[in-house]
């Protein structure tokens, strides 16, 4: 976004999202029809009781303003992608600083995501969600969702399902981080189809963009002059959507809610108060720390600074659309050096993924619990460093973590098409966790900036 960005959107955005989420628990409350025996008793309403009235407003309305929305952001993410990596390298300069800003934030990422998993997971050994069922219902479930079960499963189920058996072997993921076709990996980055590894692919070859014309700066002067234009064009763009992000964020919250009601409070309580609680704890105690003691800020003046970012992630449940608006605060509010910021934030957007760690690692222990297999202390410790690693492919893009989640349930015995148990209250989590993905790029883009350049960091009340 540029200068022309209000200067109380964040609070524009936040009215937005409570105006979304009342107006859709009450009309959902006052468009509810009895279900008996999982028929509607109203012809006006589907099969979870819904009057179809409410549920065309829902797509038809809601849902078009907060695409409109979410369309604007993404259509500029692969060039502001690219361009902003590509600069970050140029204006880095030599590729000593490439590195060592490089490696510093593989440390960063790499501390911050263990310690996620690690709250996660030891928070379901302490409440133990999954064994609030009784006997008879963990039965139930294993006839619903075991072996043989796929043909009697909903559609996204079995759509994740799907996509989990597309995975690709260890060997050929890192393989794909380099394209064969750096356009056809472009034109797929954003919905998955790239035959490679879509925005990681992207990441690299604007790496090694930057890195060519570092090794010829004369020749290349008129290339930088125009990726600094496509820059500034994307960022224009991006200040264009977020006029829309009160609009555009308050429906996408409305439609959630209007079509789930107080069902997305109260369905899995357990597991969403888990997963709440690991996310609540990350933010505030484990960010907190690490920003006051590599940050060089207090904690109240960095949550304070970033929370425009915060709401448009949880109003867009996207790494990926949340970049903008990130690049913006870290470089406006936070007053982080353009350079270091661009490099962190674009590769932190698909790499560092601290809620998505967290929450794969909680789903995959708590879905063993429901089925009552039982993993003992070297198989969780596996979950542990297979969910770090799934959190660095996973594509930043709502529900982009579910397949990656089912092949985390194969690999420790539980069936793949137990997902669908969670799968009603998901795109809630995926917005909370998104927040804590966005929040932590911006976490890393501080400690890294400071080890690079103390005294260019200076926003208000920075320095305890």
């Not at 060592?100 to 928070?123: D, E, H, K, P």
């Not at 619903?144 to 060997?171: I, P, Q, V």
């Not at 064969?180 to 980055?189: D, R, S, W």
């Amino acid at each position: 976004m540029s200068a022309n960005a209000s200067p109380n959107l964040h609070r524009r955005i936040l009215v937005g999202l409570v105006i979304g989420v009342v107006l859709g628990l009450a009309c959902n409350w006052l468009a509810q029809t009895p279900v008996v025996d999982g028929v509607a008793s109203s012809r006006d309403a589907n099969a979870d009781g819904i009057d179809d009235r409410l549920e065309w407003v829902a797509t038809n309305i809601a849902d078009s303003v907060g695409q409109v929305f979410l369309r604007l952001m993404f259509m500029v993410v692969v060039p502001l992608v690219f361009s902003a990596l590509s600069l970050a390298v140029v204006n880095l300069g030599d590729v000593q600083r490439l590195g060592r800003i490089g490696l510093r934030t593989l440390a960063f990422t790499g501390m911050l995501s263990v310690t996620a998993v690690v709250i996660g997971i030891g928070l379901v050994n302490v409440l133990r969600p999954g064994h609030s069922l009784t006997k008879e219902k963990q039965t139930t479930l294993r006839e619903k969702f075991g072996s043989g079960a796929e043909d009697k499963l909903d559609k996204a189920t079995a759509t994740t399902l799907a996509n989990a058996k597309k995975a690709k072997s260890l060997r050929d993921t890192l393989l794909d981080i380099i394209p064969k076709n750096p356009l056809q990996e472009m034109v797929g980055a954003i919905d998955g189809s790239s035959p490679g590894n879509g925005m990681l692919a992207v990441m690299f070859f604007s790496l090694a963009f930057g890195m060519a014309i570092n090794a010829a700066p004369e020749a290349c002067a008129t290339l930088v002059g125009w990726l600094e234009g496509l820059y500034a064009a994307s960022m224009v763009v991006i200040g264009f959507a977020m006029r829309l992000a009160p609009y555009g964020a308050g429906c996408l919250v409305f439609s959630l809610t209007a079509r789930l009601g107080f069902d997305i409070l109260t369905t899995l309580f357990w597991f969403v108060l888990t997963v709440l609680l690991g996310l609540t704890l990350h933010q505030t105690v484990v960010y907190s720390i690490v920003i006051r003691l590599f940050g060089g800020m207090s904690p109240r003046s960095f949550f304070r600074a970033v929370t425009e970012a915060m709401l448009t992630a949880f109003g867009t449940s996207s790494s990926n659309a949340s970049l903008p608006t990130a690049l913006r605060v870290a470089q406006d509010e936070l007053k982080l050096p353009r350079e270091v910021s661009n490099f962190v934030l674009t590769v932190g957007a698909t790499g560092n993924q601290n809620g998505t760690a967290l929450y794969e690692g909680v789903v995959v222990l708590f879905l063993a619990q429901l089925f009552g297999v039982e993993l003992n202390l070297p198989q969780q410790i596996t979950v542990v460093l297979m969910s770090v690693l799934a959190g660095v492919g996973t594509a930043g893009v709502p529900g982009g973590s579910l397949p990656l989640i089912v092949v985390l349930l194969q690999s420790v015995g539980v069936p793949g098409s137990g997902i669908g148990v969670i799968l009603g209250v998901d795109r809630l989590l995926d917005m909370c966790r998104t927040v804590l993905n966005v929040t932590g790029d911006l976490v890393v883009a501080t400690c890294v900036a400071r080890g690079e350049k103390p005294e260019a960091i200076q926003p208000p009340e920075a320095l305890s």
